[in-house]
């Protein structure tokens, strides 16, 4: 095992870590969480001394104090060579986007985004699927000083919805995206230059409390409440992401498909383009057309999503995977950890050291991490080095808890980070075991329960509805219901169940659809004419609502309280 220096307890001392070190240690598997544990916490006691540390190390234009120059730092300090910035499709066709290449290209967009009126400051949301075109706006944004959020095309309701949110100065889109969010052509920033120009460095520098984006995020409020993130933390979490959360240098090739671009843009990209590597954009049309395109690519750390790692598992012998470095998971995806596990010993047999991150661009980027290793995928995590956070109980709040669990909460001006997930940590040894979140989630992330509900009420035969989340086998693995009540308990008065789900993925995206929907002719509680979702949930659970729909009784005093618009249930 390495070595590395222990830190100088002296307050005003230099913070002595051998960051070279601790990069080649991680990259290589030989990061033990003995070895973590020997140097981590000194981050956490002195982040400021650490932060100077890591700068100094990354060799990045920016200063732990100074403004942020994310456009030098990302893509100019590459652009001198051939290297290859991003990896992806434009149109039928691969495209190998070097540094230089991705510089002209973003000078080009951001005079033709400047033409149309484009300043520093102003919001920009990117409504555009992953690809070149996604990788080409956000550093263009970027480049033009904006603050920048991204709104994958999932449906016109969701985007729709968002946009009213955000309220943004402008629109990026292809033209499908300007289709879901309901603007004319020209009515958004185009994805292409208007002519080709000579590449400048003139690029905007942002104050370390300026905001360079405002996202949203699927872990927190179902993505329906933007949080402002200011470059400094930004800046700070790509810096320390790529020296130390994925180890990158210059040599990888990063991919992650399936990880969607809501939780890790930007900051997936930005801290594979500041480690001077390569990003590789890939989809699931690509991987049945090519099954070795990880290995063509030169993949060198793949991050796996769960429908990837069934894919795998499925078929192992047909998807050739990288056989350099490491593979990562997402610790907000669903824990069924039989199959992770599972996938985990076949990749050790590949060679293919595994490690976890738990990372939300809303918050800056990975938040818990761990160091690549062979075997089992057991939950141990830390804390991302140099962060500011405590265990908190339960209750919410700042309040340290008293035992060796609580959740883990970040901390910014002494208060908890509003755009952090709240999970829960426990202290094990040289390291903390990763439990889950604190509130049921399906698939690891929340769900957006009034606007299916929203959605579904515009058919016809639909008086009100309530999406419900019924409990799992994991905490991040809770059941969607979608609870439909009519006021006509013949058959064919009722919806289709078919064509609720079909309403809802195509207005908000796929994946939104509940696992069941059941149809009651009941009339539900209201609060305040809301529906009680918190009433509906209990008395679905509780078989409430299954009896009263068998009983005459019920379903015509339900019938009449549609009529007459009684405020609550009748008895």
């Given at each position: 095992m390495p070595s590395v220096p222990p830190p100088d307890p002296a307050a005003d001392g230099p913070l002595r870590l051998d960051l070279a070190t601790i990069r080649s240690a991680i990259r290589a598997g030989k990061a033990t969480p003995a070895w973590l544990a020997s140097w981590l916490p000194s981050t956490y006691e002195r982040p400021e001394r650490f932060r100077e540390l890591l700068y100094g190390f990354a060799g990045v234009k920016t200063t732990p104090t100074g403004p942020v120059d994310f456009y030098s730092d990302c893509v100019l300090a590459h652009a001198g060579g051939p290297k290859i910035a991003v990896l992806a499709r434009e149109g039928r066709e691969r495209v190998h986007l070097s540094y230089a290449s991705l510089h002209a290209r973003c000078s080009a967009l951001a005079e033709t985004w400047t033409e149309a009126g484009v300043e520093p400051g102003d919001v920009v949301a990117i409504v555009l699927g992953p690809g070149l075109g996604l990788a080409v706006a956000i550093v263009t944004a970027l480049k033009l000083g904006l603050v920048l959020s991204i709104l994958p095309p999932h449906g016109p309701s969701w985007v729709r919805t968002r946009l009213a949110l955000l309220a943004p100065d402008h629109v990026a889109a292809d033209q499908h995206g300007a289709k879901i969010a309901g603007l004319a052509e020209t009515a958004v920033l185009p994805l292409s230059a208007k002519k080709l120009v000579v590449p400048g460095a003139v690029h905007h520098r942002y104050a370390r409390a300026e905001v360079a984006a405002r996202l949203f995020s699927p872990l927190i409020d179902a993505g329906a409440t933007p949080f402002d993130v200011p470059a400094g933390v930004l800046h700070g979490a790509i810096v320390r992401d790529a020296m130390i959360a994925y180890a990158l240098d210059g040599a990888d090739v990063v991919a992650a498909p399936g990880f969607g671009a809501m939780q890790h843009e930007p900051g997936l990209l930005l801290t594979t383009l500041l480690a001077g590597a390569a990003w590789a954009s890939v989809d699931d049309a690509e991987l049945d057309a090519s099954p070795r395109l990880f290995e063509e690519l030169g993949v060198t750390v793949l991050g796996i999503a769960p429908q990837l790692r069934d894919r795998i598992l499925a078929a192992p012998a047909r998807l050739a995977l990288p056989s350099k470095r490491a593979w990562f998971r997402s610790l907000s995806d669903t824990l069924d950890e039989a199959r992770w596990d599972e996938l985990a010993q076949l990749l050790t047999a590949q060679k293919l050291l595994g490690f976890h991150v738990h990372a939300s661009s809303a918050a800056g980027g990975v938040q818990l991490f761990s160091a690549p290793a062979a075997g089992v995928t057991m939950l141990r995590v830390w804390p991302a080095a140099g962060e500011t956070w405590q265990l908190s109980e339960i209750s919410g709040g700042a309040v340290r808890a008293l035992g060796a669990?609580?959740?883990?909460?970040?901390?910014?001006?002494?208060?908890?980070?509003?755009?952090?997930?709240?999970?829960?940590?426990?202290?094990?040894?040289?390291?903390?075991?990763?439990?889950?979140?604190?509130?049921?989630?399906?698939?690891?992330?929340?769900?957006?329960?009034?606007?299916?509900?929203?959605?579904?009420?515009?058919?016809?035969?639909?008086?009100?509805?309530?999406?419900?989340?019924?409990?799992?086998?994991?905490?991040?693995?809770?059941?969607?219901?979608?609870?439909?009540?009519?006021?006509?308990?013949?058959?064919?008065?009722?919806?289709?169940?078919?064509?609720?789900?079909?309403?809802?993925?195509?207005?908000?995206?796929?994946?939104?659809?509940?696992?069941?929907?059941?149809?009651?002719?009941?009339?539900?509680?209201?609060?305040?004419?809301?529906?009680?979702?918190?009433?509906?949930?209990?008395?679905?659970?509780?078989?409430?609502?299954?009896?009263?729909?068998?009983?005459?009784?019920?379903?015509?005093?339900?019938?009449?309280?549609?009529?007459?618009?009684?405020?609550?249930?009748?008895?």
């Open positions: 669990s609580g959740v883990y909460t970040v901390l910014r001006d002494e208060e908890p980070d509003p755009a952090m997930l709240r999970v829960v940590l426990a202290e094990a040894g040289d390291g903390y075991l990763f439990v889950g979140p604190v509130e049921p989630m399906p698939r690891g992330l929340s769900y957006p329960s009034d606007e299916v509900a929203h959605v579904v009420e515009r058919h016809e035969s639909v008086r009100a509805a309530a999406a419900i989340l019924a409990p799992g086998r994991w905490l991040n693995d809770a059941r969607t219901v979608l609870l439909v009540f009519v006021d006509d308990p013949a058959p064919d008065a009722q919806p289709p169940v078919h064509e609720l789900r079909e309403l809802i993925e195509q207005e908000l995206g796929a994946g939104l659809a509940p696992e069941r929907i059941e149809v009651f002719p009941l009339r539900p509680r209201y609060i305040d004419g809301v529906v009680d979702r918190g009433w509906c949930r209990s008395e679905y659970l509780g078989g409430g609502l299954n009896r009263r729909a068998r009983s005459e009784l019920f379903v015509a005093l339900s019938r009449l309280g549609w009529i007459f618009g009684a405020p609550r249930e009748l008895p």
